[in-house]
């Protein structure tokens, strides 16, 4: 007698594909943000239009600096401050709980550029399970609810 697998089947999602226009000025990848991955009034990203953002998104002193919308690259390692003491903040706060490092990311996009980053940030936040992309903010995947080694 055969036993059937009850275990669910889950379509393996092949192609995530990640923008630079969601890579934050601080080094955050929006797309991978809860905000951006909800199913309702999502979060079009920091580089996006006002349109949707959070409140917290819209007056976030990182992507309102004044020296970062004069900048040529648009992100925070250009600053003569950088890292400033918000971005040291917010660096803790991301190490601490979601396992990233900011500063390591604006490091890589400075030294190894933007397709560099996003490469190894696609490799981070794919579900090697079912393939999606996963939320930076999470300990599942938001898609099969595989726990995610962080």
Known sequence: ?????????IK??????????MVAPCGIYCGACS???????KCPGCRQNDDGKPNYCLTCI????????????????????????????????YVTKYNTNLLQNLEHIKTKGIRAYL????????????????????????????ELNK
């Open 119 to 146: 490469k190894i940030e696609k490799e981070k936040r794919t579900c090697k399970v079912c393939g999606s992309l996963t939320c930076i903010h999470k300990n599942t995947c938001p898609s099969c609810n595989t």
């Open 62 to 93: 990182i992507a309102n600096c004044n020296t970062l919308l004069q900048s040529k690259s648009g992100f925070c390692y250009e600053c003569e401050k950088f890292p400033c003491l918000r971005l040291k903040q917010l660096n803790k706060r």
């Open 12 to 21: 393996l999602k092949t192609s995530v594909s990640l923008r630079s226009v």
């Open 35 to 41: 905000g951006h991955l909800r199913s309702k009034n």
């Open 1 to 9: 007698m055969q036993y059937l697998d009850v275990k669910r089947t």
